[in-house]
C-alpha cells in the first residue's frame, strides 16, 4: 500500500504450434504487460507475423465502427455466441447501411444544392436558367444597393430589366446592346453591384422538389432508425467480441519470433508468476518454458484499499510514482480532508455539500465519481472542524467551542505552522526511504536528513535567543553550519540557494487558517446584511432572504474551490517536492476487456 505492487519480469518461450494456446491463455489471464520486441534487438529473431485472420478481423471492425459511429449506436456488451452466424448478420447489415447511408447522402447534397437556390436572390425573377447569349446583346445578372434604371434611361431606353426589391438590395436581370456594356459596368460599380448566377428553378419548382426530397430523406432516417433499433446489441456486442480477437491475431508483432519459436517478454504481478507458470504448462502440455527475470524500470500497479482508491485520482494529476518510489496516496488520503476541513470548517456548508453531492452522483459521468468521492470525505471533514469551531453557515452555534477562528488568531496561525512543519518533515523522511533504495545510508541522510537536522538547528537558535541562553545559541549556530555542509555534501553547492524556501514552505501552511477566516468572514457579513433586512420587515423580508441564500451560495462555491486548490498545492509543491519525483508509468496489461455489466 505504501509502496507500488511488486512487479517481476518474464520470457516465455513457446514452440510455434503452441503459439495461439500460449496467446488465448495469456489474454484470458490479463497479467502480461508486453515489452514490445523490436526489429534489430537480436539477430537470430524477427517480429512476430499475425495470425492470417487479422485482415479480416481488421476490415470487419472498421465496417462495425462506421456503422456504430454513424447511428451514434451505445451499450454494454455481452457475450457473442456463435461468431461464424454473426459475420453473416455484419455482412448483409453492412451492405444495407452503405446503401442506405449513400442515398441518404446523396438526398442530402440535393437537399442543400436546393436550399442554396432558394435563398438566390434572383429566383423569383421568373428568368430561365437556359438563357442564351446573343451577339448583339450582353446580360447583366446580380443585385444592387440602389435603384439604376434612371440611370439607365440616361443613356438609353433600349434595354430589358426584371427587377424585384429585396429587404436590403434590389434583384435584377438586365439585357442591353453589347456596345453599351462598358457604361454599364460603371453604372453597376456606383450601385454596390453583385454578381449572381441564375437557379436552375423558379422559387415555386424549388419548393415543391424539396417538398419531395425532404420525404424521401425523412424515409431513408426512418430506416437508418430502424436498423438501429433491431441491431444496437447485436453490434455492440460483434464489436467487443472482434476487438478482443483482433487484439489475439494482432499481439504476435510485439513478441520475438523465429521459425519455431515464439518468444513473449514482459512484465507481470510477482504473486501470478507461479499461475501463470501452471496454467501455461497445462495447456502446452509443459511444452513451454516461463523464465523469471530481474528487470529494470517496471510498470506502476497502485494498491490501495477500496476507500483510499478514489485519492489515486489527485496522484494522476500530478504523476504517477516510479516503481521504486514510495506511493502517498494513503497520506493524501489522510492530510487532504484534514487540510480541506480545517479550511471550509463549517457544519451547513460541509452538509450542503453532501446534500448536492447526493443528488447530482447518478447523473454524472463515471470518470469524475473519484472526485465525488474525494469532495465527500472532505465535506466529512468539513462537518467536523465546524463541530470544533462551533460554526454553522457563519452563526456560531456552539456558546464555547473548541477553537474560535475569528478570535483566537495566534493559536490559529501556530497550528498552522505545526502543521506545515510535521508535513514538510514527514516529506523529508519519506524522500531518505526513498534515497535509501538507490544510495547507502549516509548518503541518503546527506541529501534529506540534513534538512532536518538544518530545522532543528534554528529551532535550537531561536530558543536560545529567546531564553537568552549561549550554550543554545552556540550549539544552534554550530548545528546551522554543519547541516549547510551536509547539504552541500549532499546534494552540491547549488542546493544551499534553497535554504530560505524551507522556511517560506513551512510559512505556506498559514494559508490554511487564512482561507478559513476568509470563508467565515464572508458568511458572516452576508448573515449581518441579511439580518439588516429582517429588521425592516415586509418586502425586506424577500431581500434578506434572497441576500442570504445568494450570498451563501457564493461563499459555498468559494469555500469549496479555494480549499480543494490550496490543499491540493500544499501536496503538490510543499510535501511531495521533499520525496516524490513521479514519471512511472502504468501498468497496461493483455487481455479481456472489462465488460461494464461483467464476464
Request: proline share 4%.
Amino acid at each position: 500500500m505504501i509502496r507500488p505492487k511488486e512487479m517481476t519480469m518474464v520470457r516465455i518461450i513457446t514452440p510455434s504450434r503452441h503459439v495461439r494456446n500460449v496467446i488465448e491463455t495469456l489474454y484470458e489471464l490479463k497479467v502480461l504487460h508486453i515489452l514490445d520486441f523490436k526489429k534489430g534487438e537480436d539477430e537470430f529473431f524477427d517480429i512476430g507475423k499475425p495470425f492470417k485472420e487479422a485482415t479480416t478481423y481488421s476490415e470487419q471492425l472498421i465496417a462495425l465502427r462506421s456503422i456504430i459511429s454513424r447511428l451514434s449506436i451505445t451499450g454494454t456488451p455481452k457475450d457473442l455466441k456463435n461468431l461464424s452466424d454473426a459475420q453473416k448478420r455484419l455482412l448483409e447489415l453492412n451492405k444495407s447501411f452503405k446503401d442506405t447511408v449513400e442515398k441518404l447522402d446523396k438526398t442530402k447534397s440535393v437537399e442543400n444544392e436546393l436550399l442554396n437556390d432558394y435563398k438566390n436572390p434572383l429566383a423569383n425573377l421568373g428568368i430561365s436558367h437556359k438563357i442564351k447569349e446573343f451577339k448583339s446583346l450582353v446580360s447583366f445578372l446580380g443585385t444592387v444597393k440602389s435603384p439604376i434604371e434612371s440611370k439607365l434611361n440616361a443613356i438609353t431606353t433600349d434595354y430589358s430589366l426584371t427587377q424585384k426589391k429585396l429587404e436590403k438590395r434590389i434583384a435584377f436581370a438586365l439585357f442591353i446592346k453589347r456596345e453599351l456594356g462598358e457604361k454599364v459596368k460603371a453604372i453597376l460599380s456606383e450601385s454596390g453591384f453583385a454578381e449572381h448566377q441564375l437557379p436552375k428553378l423558379n422559387r415555386t419548382e424549388i419548393e415543391e422538389r424539396l417538398a419531395k426530397i425532404r420525404k424521401e430523406k425523412i424515409a431513408l432516417e426512418n430506416q437508418l432508425e430502424t436498423l438501429k433499433k433491431n441491431n444496437s446489441q447485436f453490434l455492440v456486442d460483434y464489436e467487443f467480441a472482434l476487438t478482443q480477437l483482433n487484439e489475439q491475431s494482432e499481439v504476435p508483432l510485439r513478441f520475438a519470433s523465429s521459425k519455431n519459436t515464439l518468444i513473449a517478454t514482459g512484465w507481470i504481478p510477482a504473486d501470478k508468476a507461479e499461475n501463470i507458470k501452471q496454467n501455461l504448462a497445462k495447456i502446452t502440455k509443459e511444452k513451454v518454458f516461463v523464465e523469471l527475470l530481474h528487470g529494470k524500470n517496471p510498470p506502476t500497479v497502485l494498491e490501495n484499499p477500496k476507500m483510499i482508491n478514489p485519492f489515486e485520482f489527485l496522484l494522476n494529476l500530478y504523476s504517477l510514482p516510479k516503481y521504486y518510489e514510495i506511493d502517498p496516496t494513503i497520506l493524501m488520503f489522510i492530510a487532504f480532508p484534514l487540510f480541506f476541513g480545517f479550511m471550509l470548517g463549517d457544519v451547513g456548508y460541509g452538509l450542503t455539500t453532501l446534500a448536492i453531492i447526493f443528488l447530482l452522483e447518478k447523473k454524472l459521468p463515471t470518470a469524475i465519481k473519484p472526485l465525488l468521492r474525494i469532495i465527500t470525505i472532505s465535506s466529512l471533514s468539513s462537518i467536523a472542524f465546524g463541530f470544533i469551531f462551533g460554526e454553522f453557515f457563519g452563526y456560531e452555534f456552539i456558546a464555547h467551542p473548541l477553537l474560535n477562528r475569528v478570535h483566537e488568531i495566534n493559536t490559529m496561525m501556530l497550528i498552522s505552522v505545526a502543521v506545515g512543519v510535521v508535513h514538510i518533515n514527514l516529506g523529508l523522511v519519506l524522500g531518505l526511504i526513498n534515497e535509501l533504495k538507490h544510495h547507502n545510508f549516509l548518503e541518503a541522510f546527506l541529501r534529506k536528513g540534513s534538512w532536518i537536522v538544518l530545522q532543528v538547528a534554528v529551532a535550537i537558535l531561536g530558543f536560545g535567543y529567546l531564553q537568552a541562553n549561549q550554550s543554545f545559541q552556540m550549539i544552534g549556530g554550530i548545528l546551522i553550519l554543519a547541516s549547510i555542509l551536509m547539504i552541500i555534501k549532499g546534494e552540491g553547492i547549488l542546493k544551499i540557494v534553497e535554504l530560505p524556501a524551507i522556511l517560506s514552505n513551512t510559512l505556506s501552511y498559514i494559508r490554511l487558517y487564512a482561507i478559513g477566516l476568509a470563508s467565515v468572514s464572508l458568511a458572516s457579513v452576508f448573515n449581518k446584511m441579511a439580518s439588516g433586512f429582517f429588521v425592516q420587515g415586509g418586502f425586506s423580508i424577500a431581500i434578506g432572504i434572497f441576500v442570504l441564500l445568494a450570498g451563501h451560495f457564493i461563499n459555498l462555491l468559494l469555500g469549496l474551490l479555494g480549499p480543494f486548490l490550496h490543499s491540493l498545492r500544499l501536496h503538490y509543491v510543499e510535501f511531495f517536492q521533499k520525496f516524490y519525483e513521479g514519471g512511472g508509468y502504468r501498468y497496461s496489461p493483455f487481455g479481456i476487456i472489462k465488460m461494464l455489466g461483467g464476464r
